[in-house]
């Protein structure tokens, strides 16, 4: 039994020994990472005042160098190649770029100081990032700036000289045959990965030519997708059409059909498309007739409204397009529109325009020219309708009297003189007008007199009218519509106004015409008059006034207005010629004469004689 014992007390000491063993082999494993743990980063740790080992810059290998060193290593290679070109290239084109021009820097500080925090920190630390550095080398991209405008500058001229855009294949026809012109593939400068090319390329230090980054621009409509519609262009222009408006019958030929065809849209568009379906128009539309008003002596009758027809465009087009199409059976009804009038005969009827409201006539003569613009003017205005309430204006009526219009140069008053103007004569028509208005007692809201007062014109009834700020104005206040029409005969003019007759009563009371002041007198001397004779050319006008003062009433003798107009009329300068001053004649001088008197002095002299 003691032997049992001794044995199994052996046999422990022996597990223990060998626990104890392994532990202390675990240990010494631990001891060896330890050192190996520290001891390798510490050996690759390097000075911390270096870059480490493996730093690339850009390509450049800085490592082992102060960043001091390095950055004054990059900047100056970076220098040295900021006017050394760049050369991209896009098939058989190439393009010298400078980094200066481009206005590229590079901020090197920041890329050594990111150079400097991979591969820094303290012993270990440093030493284990530097190993990584070591094992799994970086090349760092350092930042880059650059001049946006130069560089959308320089890609705008590198897409203008690379650009080639693509071409569809499209229908062409030459004469009446329809044919395929094939497309063409392009190309294109992808400008968003070339921007970014242009800036890291300039950046660099690598002058090998660099290719610049361009896709294909393929066409998106070829030959075969233009077949059918190929052969539906040719089935359109292969025969004539023929078009159906009412009993009017028309032939549209090949040729013109094959003009009118858009072959892009394969509709009847464009120019040539308008002007003929405008031709079409103008033959075939029947325009409305709006009712108008026939006079007859101091009658008035309605002539009736009626309807018109307008060629529908759109809905025309439609249908010859439809029938050119067709193989057989190329017939188009062109489609028609109902034109209203604006006035119907009902609309005129209650406009209550049935007689003679009020009017006057004014002869005239002279210059042919004057004559015209009189009978042009008239015209203007004749046929006038004007709304209860409305105001009329010469000149809105009007508009401006220009040469463009057909006015003619003829005598006229500017300022107090007789000249040759423009639109000579035009104020006998606002005078007419004006006159006719008075007799129909409607309020007249603006009227200015002539610069000088004319004879055959009623005393303070004239009215002058220059476009666009001196106007004749009247409102019709008769609560019915007026109607003004003019009748140019060869030698007199009349102005009438139509509408609902009101036999207003009118009296007028004016005054004489007064002399203001005594015309100024122009005088110039005539060489072939006698001294003291005077000869009188024009005797010239006074200034002048007068005033006219109108009372309205109703056929009841109700005063409804009571007017007055003033006039004041320049005066015009007596024209004298007067003989030159009678030359006053110089009294002969007598002649005179210059004696010499000679004075003669006695002298006595004792016992001498003289000499």
Known sequence: MAQAVAASSSAVRGHSGARSRFWNRIAILALAAGVLAVGVPLFFA??????AEGTRIAGIDVGGLSPKAARKQLEERSAHLASVPVIFVAGNRTFRITPRSMGVEVDWRAA????????????????????????????????????????DYELGLLGQAVDTPHREAALVRHGLHISIAPGKTGRKLDRAAARELLVSSLASFSRAPVALPVRVDAPRVTVASLAATQERASRIISAPVRLVAGPTRLRVPRWRLAKLLDLDTMRFVG????????????????PARDASFAVAGGAVSVIPSKPGLTL??????????????????RVA???????LPARTTAAAQAMGITGTVGSYETLYGGDPNRIHNVQLVAHLVDNKLIAPGATFSFNGTTGERSAGKGFLEAPVIVNGELQTGLGGGVCQVSTTVFNAAYEAGLQITARTNHSLYISHYPLGRDATVNYPDTDLKFLNDTGHWLLLRTFVGPSSLTVALYGTPQHRRIETVGTPLVTVAAPPVTKTVDATLKPGQV???DPGVPAQSTSVERRVYTASGKLLSDQAWYSSYRSMPKIVRVGPKKKKTKPKQAATTT?????????????????
Do not use: C, K, M, W
Request: glycine fraction near 6%.
């Open 46 to 51: 390097g000075s911390a005042d270096r870059l």
């Open 112 to 151: 050594i100081d990111t150079a400097s925090r991979q591969g820094g920190g303290f012993d270990v630390v440093r030493g284990y990032r530097r190993l990584e550095l070591q094992l799994f080398p970086q090349d760092l991209a350092p930042p880059i700036r650059s001049y946006g405008a130069a560089l």
């Open 271 to 286: 120019p040539a498309a308008d002007a003929f379906f405008a031709r079409l128009e103008r033959r075939l539309d029947l």
């Open 312 to 329: 529908d465009v759109p809905r025309s087009v439609a249908a010859v397009l439809a029938a050119a199409e067709r193989p057989l059976n």
């Open 333 to 339: 009804t062109l489609a028609f529109s109902r034109q």
């Open 535 to 537: 000869v009188v050319d």
């Open 595 to 611: 004696s010499a008197t000679t004075t003669t002095t006695a002298t006595t002299t004792t016992g001498s004689t003289p000499h």
